[in-house]
């Protein structure tokens, strides 16, 4: 017997139903395992079917095959796509309207049973449904059963994602960034986090606290700083301390944006105090469980005894160096910052001001907002206003609590998109009774 004779041999004994495992695979003759899925009389039974037998196949064919050569790869999961002719796509309207998105992803989960973690990932698995844009399906690959000539099938259904290096044992930060690289202490920074995790703990942020670089952000749960989330890449990004100063580099399929400006991957950019870091778009507003956000802050306190405190921005009238192939973003210092406007705030705590240094600029309760206020201002939703744009005028804002307790200006509640014009007043949370309001007046900054 050849070498390769007994290597295929091996691998496909080592694709038995007790290693892959499929708890929805429909199969001729009776099965007695608990864990399959019995044949259903429902108006979706074909769907179903379609469904089910499409990821069977991919599991004990297209799977199979692959890592028959690529032995060492995973396949990562991006999207399930399913379709059907004029007769019968009513039906799968009613499939889709009737089930969750959340429910449909939480099925093909069970579908996949213990292929999981071992030969599929699924940290970017966006779901199931009828289409997706060409954009979305950009960077993936197709994997589709040829359909039958002779009775058409009722629903096509087609798996998109793209076949990827298995990583290897230990963190995944070593594994990101290769086995030479040495950890170092650098500034402690505070990490506050809004992804699905932090959903599950009504909504309030997680505060992730490190001083060792370089740090991996990522889906995995062996990375430096874990972060939930259906766009997060089990290795998404990395921080970096070099020349003073903290550099961020993306390593993600779907993206990571710093203050409003997507970054290239492999290309650091430079961070400052505040920094606000969103995942698989611009902002993902509320929807922290698709796209999370993470708020970077420095800390003053020592690092290690005996080590001065460094800021993430570098000390004023210090240009910012970067390292060989870095691009990064203008930083600013206290010195370069100059404000594009100002707010006047009443709120529980007395009559603060704040400078509003960039844009976007949010307010709320929530720890990663750029004004925080006072959670004895509890009719304040976490994120109440986003000023998008300043202008001679005033200020371009959404309302994201317009349906909520709502923001108001003489008593009238304002809409989702209004503009705040220089020295009006707007109350916050005005239709919360128990607990003080806030009043924000915005000014032109001083020349």
């Known amino acids: 017997m050849s070498l390769l004779s007994k290597i295929g041999g091996a691998v496909k004994s080592a694709f038995e139903r007790n290693d892959i495992g499929v708890a929805g695979m429909v199969r001729e003759e009776p099965v007695m395992h ?10 979706y039974a074909a769907i179903r079917e379609a469904v089910e037998r499409r990821v069977n ?14 032995h060492n790869e995973i396949f990562v999961l991006h999207y399930i796509e399913i379709s059907a002719d004029t007769q019968d796509r009513p039906q799968l309207l009613l499939f889709l309207k009737e089930f969750s998105p959340e429910a449909r992803i939480d099925w093909v989960k069970k579908l996949l049973g213990p292929a999981v973690g071992q030969h599929v990932n699924i940290d970017q698995f966006m779901g199931l449904d009828q289409e997706f ?3 979305d399906l950009a960077e993936t690959d197709p994997f589709e059963e040829a359909l039958n ?3 058409k099938p009722l629903y096509r259904v087609t798996l998109h994602g793209r076949w990827d290096s298995r990583p290897a044992a230990g963190r995944a930060g070593v594994s990101a960034l290769g086995p030479q690289q040495v950890r170092t202490p650098g500034p402690r920074l505070r990490l506050s986090i809004q992804d699905a995790k932090a959903k599950n703990r009504d909504g309030a942020p997680r505060i992730i606290e490190f001083e060792s670089f370089p740090a991996v952000l990522g889906s995995s749960a062996q990375a430096d700083v874990e972060i939930s989330g259906y766009y997060v890449s089990a290795m998404h990004c ?7 100063k903290v550099w961020l580099e993306d390593h993600s399929t779907n993206g990571t944006w710093l203050d409003g400006h997507r970054l290239k991957r492999g290309i650091r950019a430079a961070l400052i105090d505040g920094a606000r870091l969103s995942i698989g778009r611009d902002r993902g507003d509320n929807e922290y469980e698709r796209f999370p956000a993470v708020r970077v802050q420095g800390m003053t306190m020592p690092l290690v005894p005996g080590a001065s405190n460094t800021p993430v921005a570098p000390p004023p009238g210090t240009a910012p160096m970067a390292p060989e ?6 930083v600013l210092t206290a010195r370069q910052a100059m404000p594009l406007a100002v707010l006047d705030i009443v709120d529980a705590t007395g009559t603060p001001k704040r400078d509003v240094l960039r844009i976007p600029f949010s307010i ?3 720890s990663a907002q ?10 304040v939703s976490r994120e109440h206003l986003i000023i998008e744009e300043i202008d001679q005028n005033g200020a371009a804002t959404r309302n994201l609590a317009a349906n909520k307790n709502g923001t108001c200006a003489g008593h009238v509640p304002l809409p989702e998109r209004f503009i705040w014009r220089f020295g009006e007043e707007i109350v916050l949370a005005e239709k919360w009774t128990s607990a003080p309001v806030v009043r924000l007046v915005l000014r032109r900054a001083e020349v």
């Open 133 to 135: 844009s060409a954009e």
């Open 34 to 43: 608990e864990d399959a899925v019995k044949p259903t009389a429902t108006r």
């Open 238 to 244: 990395t921080l970096y301390w070099n020349e003073g």
């Open 370 to 379: 750029d004004y925080v206020v006072p959670d004895a201002n509890e009719g």
């Open 149 to 151: 000539q002779v009775a």
């Open 57 to 70: 196949t991919f599991l004990r064919q297209d799977l199979v095959s692959h890592l028959e050569i690529g």
């Open 364 to 366: 709320g309760r929530g």
């Open 325 to 330: 192939g870095a691009t990064p973003i203008a």
